[in-house]
């Protein structure tokens, strides 16, 4: 069982910047695929970042592209996802995910889920 705790949200101005971390316990870190989520109130959870096991193929929804980065560091059992040029669109509920599987993981599949940690853009 992997235990997944996010954080690092809060209210930032569009064009700003905003790093949120996932801290992961439990299982090999390093053994499962990595992602984030996103999800406005009453709408689908949104696919964001994927990263696989090693960090060296990462993936991202065309909407983020370029202005957010999502990392690892196994050592620290931490996944992060850096964004940069913030814009009021991007304000959502960010959620951690693992999975064995990187197809899982970029699907949104049952895995593993954090509680979620909210990121607000004001404009």
């Known amino acids: 069982q992997v235990h997944l705790e996010e954080s690092g949200g809060g209210l930032v101005q569009a064009g700003g910047s905003l790093r949120v971390s996932c801290a992961a316990s439990?299982?090999?870190?390093?053994?499962?695929?990595m992602g984030w989520f996103r999800q406005l109130p009453g709408k689908e959870r949104e696919f964001v970042a994927a990263?696989?096991?090693?960090?060296?193929?990462?993936y991202y929804a065309d909407s983020v592209k370029g202005r957010f980065t999502i990392s690892r560091d196994n050592g620290a059992n931490t996944l992060s996802l850096q964004m940069n040029s913030l814009k009021p669109s991007d304000t959502a509920v960010y959620y951690c995910?693992?999975?064995?599987?990187?197809?899982?993981?970029?699907?949104?599949?049952?895995?593993?889920w954090g509680q979620g940690t909210q990121v607000t853009v004001s404009s």
């Open positions: 995910t693992a999975d064995p599987f990187l197809v899982n993981v970029r699907s949104g599949g049952p895995g593993h």
């Open positions: 439990g299982r090999a870190f390093n053994n499962y695929a």
């Open positions: 990263i696989d096991w090693s960090g060296t193929s990462t």
